[in-house]
């Protein structure tokens, strides 16, 4: 009887641990417990969208800025150079009102060969950033960088978390936070200098590989990576797919590209799970093969479950905020990733 009482006393301390651990974090960095991604060029909320971030009582949208990448026009000097910047054109002040309880944190994606470039563009970028959340009208307390850094290019990384935190301090006259994703492979590393990361949970497969079932997300491919979890010495926040794309291949089954735009039924029959045939004459036939892929809500929460048996609940993100893409989830899924 002692013996049970004794397991049952230790089941509710390792709870209430992972509870508080979980307030303490969000408090501190000021984390909401619901937060979005938006990663379009155009900055462009639909009335659904909008909806949305207030029916499930949004807290934070992490809004891409721009990307950084290897400088191959020639009409710029810089070794690096900004790609596919937000633009913001068609909102003011009615779009500022929507957002006026929601914190707004840049997002700059680097990509691998741009970060080992990192001395010669940041001070650029914060000065970018600094610009234009001036022209957008937003007042940011933190910023996010995304880079799929590896062992070669960590130190990279590192060195320009630490440079362009002052870098920024410069520009916006104040400390501003940093965060950074964390991509699975990277949980076997040492953390970034950052205040926390947000956990992609989602890209875990080869896309390109012809066999792959699901590149989005499959369980499989992320089980490995839970032993780093409860070692990992960084707060983190949980990112889940809430996308679908379609990945296309030739008649030799190699990759031709990814492609989110949806196919006429008569163009494509199923020849075998998600993969299916194309019928007719398709951009040159290009393409002859194409995988659906749209990550069940079972399978989100199954992840879910994963990375928080580790490390306790966590602050949960979605990527990404697009109405036709959240519109195959009802509301009561969508509830369940958030809680």
């Avoid at 379009?40 to 721009?66: Q, V, W």
């Avoid at 060195?159 to 990277?186: N, P």
Wanted: aromatic letters at 14%; proline letters at 3%.
């Amino acid at each position: 009887m002692k013996k049970k009482i004794l397991i049952i006393s230790i089941v509710i301390a390792a709870i209430l641990v992972a509870v508080v651990g979980y307030v303490v974090f969000a408090d501190k960095m000021n984390i909401p417990k619901n937060s979005v991604y938006y990663w379009k060029t155009n900055l462009c909320l639909d009335d659904e969208e909008l909806d949305f971030l207030e029916r499930h009582d949004i807290g934070r949208m992490y809004l891409r800025f721009f990307d950084v990448d290897i400088n191959d026009n020639n009409s710029f000097s810089d070794k690096c150079a900004p790609v596919a910047s937000l633009d913001m054109f068609y909102f003011g002040e009615e779009f500022l009102h929507n957002m006026e309880n929601i914190d707004i944190v840049p997002v700059v994606f680097i990509t691998k060969a741009a970060i080992r470039e990192y001395a010669t563009f940041t001070d650029d970028l914060a000065h970018r950033l600094y610009a234009m959340c001036n022209g957008f009208g937003f007042t940011i307390g933190e910023v996010q960088f995304d880079c799929d850094w590896t062992e070669s290019t960590r130190d990279d990384f590192f060195q320009f978390l630490k440079d362009e935190r002052q870098a920024l301090k410069k520009y916006f006259g104040k400390d501003i936070m940093l965060s950074s994703t964390i991509r699975l492979h990277q949980l076997a590393q040492t953390p970034p200098d950052v205040e926390y990361g947000v956990l992609m949970c989602y890209n875990t497969g080869r896309f390109k590989n012809f066999d792959t079932k699901n590149s989005i997300l499959d369980i499989e491919d992320i089980r490995p990576y839970m032993k780093y979890l409860k070692s990992y010495k960084l707060p983190l926040s949980l990112a889940l797919p809430t996308y679908s794309w379609y990945v296309e291949f030739d008649e030799n089954k190699k990759f031709v590209r990814l492609n989110r735009s949806d196919y006429d039924d008569y163009q494509i029959k199923n020849v075998e799970d998600n993969v299916y045939e194309l019928e007719i004459e398709y951009q040159g036939q290009e393409s002859r093969y194409v995988r659906y892929e749209q990550v069940s809500s079972e399978t989100i929460l199954l992840a879910k479950k994963m990375v928080e048996d580790q490390c306790g609940s966590l602050p949960i993100v979605l990527y990404h905020l697009d109405s036709q893409q959240l519109s195959k989830y009802s509301e009561d899924e969508i509830d369940s990733f958030f809680n």
